[in-house]
């Protein structure tokens, strides 16, 4: 049986993308022949693209944050029930917030230079003013 066009199970919310980062989502869809793109929504300050697996939205999830800086939140939320195993159905939704950051680069933290050492779940970097290690969130930079 055949899935409506419309079907959807998770949600990518794109938080000012990159043009690099639109056509590496394109990409990866485009590879996958069971995937499609239900709807796309245009936001203020980015896009949501409504996907139809939610097992492939985990997966390009995992390969946004390995390849791009940003912050990264997974959520989901119950859907419905399965009729046949009544097991619960949820729609997930992954926010992928978008950086530009890079190793090496300087920025302000707290009026505070800090100089990146490397970036993963949060940022180390170095103090410029005192040579210590810094852990910043992600979302410390947004406020």
Avoid at 110 to 126: A, Q, V
Wanted: glycine share 6%; aromatic share 8%; hydrophobic share 35%.
């Amino acid at each position: 049986m055949d899935k409506n066009p419309k079907y959807f199970e998770g949600v990518l919310q794109l938080r000012s993308p990159s043009l690099e980062i639109i056509d590496f989502v394109a990409a990866e869809i485009e590879k996958k022949e069971i995937v499609w793109i239900s709807k796309t929504v245009k936001q203020k300050n980015g896009i949501d693209i409504y996907i139809s697996s939610n097992k492939f939205l985990k997966q390009l999830a995992k390969k946004l944050k390995s390849k791009f800086s940003g912050e990264l939140v997974e959520t989901r939320s119950l859907f419905s029930k399965n009729r046949q195993t009544s097991k619960p159905v949820y729609r997930g939704c992954v926010l992928f917030r978008n950086y530009n950051l890079k190793k090496g680069q300087i920025i302000k933290h707290r009026g505070d230079s800090i100089k990146i050492i490397s970036l993963g779940r949060d940022i180390l970097g170095r103090s410029m003013k005192n040579n210590k290690k810094v852990h910043i969130r992600f979302g410390e930079l947004r406020g």
